[in-house]
């Protein structure tokens, strides 16, 4: 598996794909990318991701 600051394919645009972000304190969120109004949202989920405030999994079938 990849990180995904190791590929340029982020977000990954596969409809079987589930984003889930975790934060410091363990509070699990899921994170919407169905739709391109989501993808703001996807990328916020990044930058936290990549500013180690949170952790950011991607996960699929």
């Known amino acids: ?5 190791e590929t340029d394919n982020f977000p990954y645009g596969l409809s079987t794909v589930c984003y889930f972000e975790v934060d410091k304190t363990g509070a ?3 994170v919407h990318h169905k739709n391109k109004s989501d993808r703001p949202k996807v990328l916020e989920a990044y930058q936290r991701a ?9 996960v699929w079938p």
């Open 1 to 5: 598996m990849k990180r995904a600051k």
């Open 28 to 30: 699990v969120s899921q």
């Open 50 to 58: 990549m500013n180690k405030t949170t952790v950011l999994y991607a």
